[in-house]
């Protein structure tokens, strides 16, 4: 009939004149919906860096504190109360001198884990503006034992090892600490014989998951040097994601290890980055 013809007719104007509206509202805010969404994927990954602590800029973990200052001779040291967080605060230190801590920041010769290791050239670490540093340090008077120890909870952080760690046991974390603040170039032969201890890495359970060849047993510790210390390389922190998980099934949800590393007085650590071996 005309009548129903008339009415399909308007049915399709009314459709063609809202698809036109439309049309013309998306591409007038074409520019603001883009912006948004870039805005709303740029908080996503911030949140997600953050969450990890990636990036120099992390507010540290509560885990991350300073170990109270005892001899390096002393066997027993260790925070009062054992547990990460319960050491008593100390007087905040001077700012350090902008020298050192670009020195302690500064990495120059890569990442060591970046290909297993087989590139690491021991001659380019002890010319490194951190090993250098430690070089004018004892020059100057300066002891190893005036260090200051961080340690945190639930890391693992990378380095090459100036002592062995399989077999070379502790009863604690601090105690690990101890022996890298008694350790001296020169003292263990070895293709980094020449360089300061200044990180370490201590296994807490009967066994120690690491995403490599080596069967990590309760006691371990390993004393490392890593350049740039205050900005180190963490092989694995907290809790694993599923993608490392899916890759190593073995692999516990949490890290078990407690890592850290030794600063000098009024250097305040970062979180780091996270090195090669986190992909591994």
């Given at each position: 009939?005309?009548?129903?013809?008339?009415?399909?007719?308007?049915?399709?104007?009314?459709?063609?004149?809202?698809?036109?509206?439309?049309?013309?509202?998306?591409?007038?805010?074409?520019?603001?919906?883009?912006?948004?969404?870039?805005?709303h994927l740029s908080l996503h990954g911030l949140h997600r860096d953050t969450t990890f602590c990636t990036f120099t800029g992390c507010t540290l973990t509560e885990d991350l504190i300073d170990a109270p200052e005892v001899p390096a001779e002393d066997p027993g040291l260790g925070r009062k109360g054992g547990q990460a967080g319960d050491a008593p605060k100390q007087a905040a230190d001077e700012p350090a001198d902008e020298e050192t801590v670009k020195a302690l920041t500064e990495r120059v010769c890569g990442s060591p884990a970046i290909d297993g290791y087989s590139h690491v050239v021991p001659k380019c670490l002890e010319d490194s503006p951190t090993a250098q540093w430690w070089k004018k340090y004892y020059e100057g008077g300066g002891k190893q034992?005036?260090?200051?120890?961080?340690?945190?909870?639930?890391?693992?952080?990378?380095?090459?090892?100036?002592?062995?760690?399989?077999?070379?046991?502790?009863?604690?974390?601090?105690?690990?600490?101890?022996?890298?603040?008694?350790?001296?170039?020169?003292?263990?032969?070895?293709p980094f014989k020449n360089l300061p201890c200044n990180a370490f890495s201590w296994c807490p359970d009967d066994v120690c998951f690491a995403p490599d060849a080596h069967h990590h047993t309760k006691g371990d510790c390993w004393i490392k040097f890593t350049e740039a210390p205050r900005y180190p390389e963490i092989n694995m922190r907290g809790m694993l994601p599923d993608d490392f998980k899916r890759r190593h099934p073995d692999a516990p949800d949490q890290v078990q290890w407690w890592g850290g590393v030794l600063l000098p007085k009024g250097v305040q650590p970062t979180n780091g980055t996270f090195g090669p071996r986190w992909g591994w």
């Open positions: 009939s005309m009548k129903t013809g008339e009415g399909l007719v308007i049915w399709k104007l009314a459709v063609l004149c809202a698809l036109a509206l439309g049309t013309g509202f998306l591409t007038y805010n074409f520019q603001h919906i883009v912006h948004v969404s870039h805005f034992e005036d260090l200051v120890v961080h340690i945190e909870k639930n890391a693992e952080f990378d380095g090459l090892a100036v002592a062995w760690g399989l077999g070379n046991f502790k009863a604690t974390a601090e105690e690990c600490a101890a022996q890298c603040l008694a350790h001296m170039p020169g003292k263990v032969d070895g």
